[in-house]
């Protein structure tokens, strides 16, 4: 199948899986005109891509995920190690993420908001808190 066919049944844009054939995630055959020619396992690993991309995982944790997936010899405790991985990131994004919603909350809570300059928030951004 064609390109856009395959974008079709992923449900990803074309830039995208061009994009992942220029970094090798998938490897289409060519047809006798040159043009890719996507197999329906090509789009089963355009699928499995864009639902760990979804994820969280990185384009080499994909690149990883994927050859894990094609190895049928592959231990299950090696994934697991990478989605427990991908969970500690997650967990330390949201604490971070909840740092910085204190802070901002804290800093608007002092701001008065009304026509006066003086504004805490101007302040901490300066250094001047």
């Known amino acids: 199948m064609n390109i856009s066919s395959a974008s079709q049944q992923s449900g990803l844009p074309l830039k995208t899986i061009r994009y992942y054939e220029d970094i090798s995630l998938v490897r289409p055959a060519r047809?006798?005109?040159?043009?890719?020619?996507?197999?329906?396992?090509d789009v089963h690993l355009l699928k499995f891509v864009q639902r760990a991309r979804s994820l969280g995982?990185?384009?080499d944790e994909c690149r990883l995920l994927l050859s894990l997936y094609q190895d049928e010899n592959r231990a299950s405790a090696e994934v697991k190690a990478l989605?427990?991985?991908?969970?500690?990131e997650i967990d330390s994004k949201i604490a971070d993420l909840k740092s910085l919603r204190a802070t901002l909350s804290t800093l608007a809570a002092h701001c008065h908001g009304d026509n006066r300059p003086d504004c805490p928030i101007i302040d901490d951004l300066a250094g001047r808190s």
């Open 31 to 41: 047809a006798a005109n040159g043009y890719r020619d996507y197999s329906h396992a």
């Open 57 to 59: 995982f990185s384009i």
């Open 83 to 88: 989605a427990l991985a991908k969970i500690e």
